[in-house]
């Protein structure tokens, strides 16, 4: 099956440092990635759709300015979190569009972000 | 919008027995997929099954089938010979067709525990 790999898988950072996450599909072009937010035992909450070669679209409420995403080839999404704050800590996933897998995504094993 | 509703947010089931788990969801499209994703401890996101709606057979992996009614847009998820490796979160979610907004929508999930 299709592979997403998301690195890092865990980061602690000081606030007001900036975190970037990673998120490449391994052995398919993922023309659409997805960034999720997840607090614990909590469902997962889009925060933006991004396309390659373009600039992502956000959810409602999701400060674009703070949360940077850039997807600048068919293998790879990035998520910075700029100036990071306690409020930002949070488990995110990634997930990936296989087109013509029958329109499957598929996720990476996401990152938890704890800021001091 | 589209709006997926998983009422039990929890549920237990004796090893090798089945287990039911309910999704319904809201929408005014005639085309779309549902999915149940599972989240082991580990968080990692794992695609169980896929229904497109346009398909009336119930879809079936394994010891995993759904009972697909779209007239009532009820999805519900069948385990059956429980494995201790099936506890888990279960999200139920929806995706439009292409041309759509194409994102998946999850369900608040529901905690399953298998009990030996």
């Known amino acids: 099956g299709a592979v997403v790999s998301q690195h890092p898988s865990r980061v602690i950072c000081k606030s007001g440092t900036s975190v970037k996450i990673e998120c490449r599909s391994l052995?398919?072009?993922?023309?659409?990635m997805f960034w999720y937010r997840q607090f614990p035992k909590k469902s997962l909450m889009l925060m933006a759709t991004?396309?390659?070669?373009?600039?992502?679209?956000?959810e409602q409420g999701v400060e674009k300015d703070k949360f940077l995403i850039n997807h600048a080839s068919l293998t790879l999404s990035t998520l910075t979190v700029t100036s990071a704050h306690p409020e930002d800590s949070s488990f995110y996933i990634c997930?990936?569009?296989?087109?013509?897998?029958?329109?499957?995504?598929?996720f990476g094993s996401g990152t938890q972000l704890s800021v001091l | 919008a589209q709006t997926v509703t998983q009422s039990q947010p929890e549920m237990s089931v004796q090893e090798a027995e089945t287990v039911t788990l309910s999704c319904t969801y809201d929408?005014?499209?005639?085309?779309?997929?549902l999915f149940w994703y599972k989240q082991p401890p580990s968080r990692q996101m794992i695609l169980v099954i896929r229904q497109e709606a346009y398909k009336q057979q119930n879809a079936t992996e394994n010891r995993f089938s759904v009972n697909f009614q779209k007239a009532a847009k009820s999805f519900s998820l069948k385990i059956s010979d429980s494995q201790l490796g099936d506890a888990a979160m279960y999200f139920c979610?929806?995706?439009?067709?292409?041309?759509?907004?194409?994102?998946?929508?999850f369900g608040k999930g529901m905690k399953l525990t298998v009990n030996p």
């Open positions: 979610a929806y995706r439009s067709v292409p041309g759509g907004s194409e994102k998946l929508v």
């Open positions: 997930s990936a569009e296989y087109r013509g897998y029958g329109e499957k995504l598929f």
């Open positions: 991004s396309n390659e070669g373009s600039k992502a679209t956000y």
């Open positions: 929408t005014s499209e005639s085309d779309y997929y």
């Open positions: 052995d398919f072009q993922a023309t659409t």
